[in-house]
T-cell receptor, first 114, second 113 residues
Framework: AQSVTQLGSHVSVSEGALVLLRCNYS??????LFWYVQYPNQGLQLLLK??????LVKGINGFEAEFKKSETSFHLTKPSAHMSDAAEYFC????????????FGSGTRLSIRP | KAGVTQTPRYLIKTRGQQVTLSCSPI?????VSWYQQTPGQGLQFLFE???????NKGNFPGRFSGRQFSNSRSEMNVSTLELGDSALYLC????????????FGPGTRLTVL
């Protein structure tokens, strides 16, 4: 079965520090991978999307993610955290088959320390 | 283009009542999906509609139902509300293909008393 695992339900970093949010997936076929961000009382907003064109994907707000097939990972990074990055982040996968259901991870809440 | 809109944004109901939530997708999008988000269970997929047909369904009881109209607008209905149905209900639309990005609405916050 396809699944998404986000390691760490809560991550806290200092402002200006590196942000690393981990995501591992399982898929029997090449997947499509997404990172979404959710601010309080809002819907989800797409950060970036992997569709096999390039393994390093750049998204909005300075975030990027690298697809590593050998590790079945799609970790999200940002070189320097900003206070406005505090939110919940979701990794998601669509198995690249006829299945059309997107599978979300359980989310990681990112806190930024001043 | 206007984004995904959901109405109402907030709703308070009592146990046993029923509720209907509405979602208007981005113009041109033919697929609408619904999700339930709670602190304990996270994001759970309810169902997806494409061209007025249910294309995918999650593991929710039959009290949860939906439909899609010819203009792609969708409604979700929950009958015989339970306290555990209190959640943020999110709607997302996409053009229609498997790998298309889903765009989310702001959600409807349902509170069941």
């Amino acid at each position: 079965a396809q699944s998404v695992t986000q390691l760490g339900s809560h991550v806290s970093v200092s402002e200006g520090a590196l942000v690393l949010l981990r995501c591992n997936y399982s898929s029997s076929v090449p997947p499509y991978l997404f990172w979404y961000v959710q601010y309080p009382n809002q819907g989800l907003q797409l950060l970036l999307k992997y569709t096999s064109a390039a393994t390093l994907v750049k998204g909005i707000n300075g975030f990027e993610a690298e697809f590593k097939k050998s590790e079945t990972s799609f970790h999200l990074t940002k070189p320097s955290a900003h206070m406005s990055d505090a939110a919940e982040y979701f990794c998601a996968v669509i198995p690249g088959s006829s299945a059309s259901k997107i599978i979300f991870g359980s989310g990681t809440r990112l806190s930024i320390r001043p | 283009k206007a984004g995904v809109t959901q109405t109402p944004r907030y709703l308070i109901k009592t146990r046993g009542q029923q509720v209907t939530l509405s979602c208007s997708p981005i113009s041109g999008h033919r697929s609408v999906s619904w999700y339930q988000q709670t602190p304990g269970q996270g994001l759970q997929f309810l169902f997806e509609y494409f061209s007025e047909t249910q294309r995918n369904k999650g593991n929710f009881p039959g009290r949860f139902s939906g439909r899609q109209f010819s203009n792609s607008r969708s409604e979700m209905n929950v009958s015989t509300l339970e306290l555990g149905d209190s959640a943020l209900y999110l709607c997302a639309s996409r053009p229609g293909q498997v790998a298309d990005t889903q765009y989310f609405g702001p959600g409807t916050r349902l509170t069941v008393l």
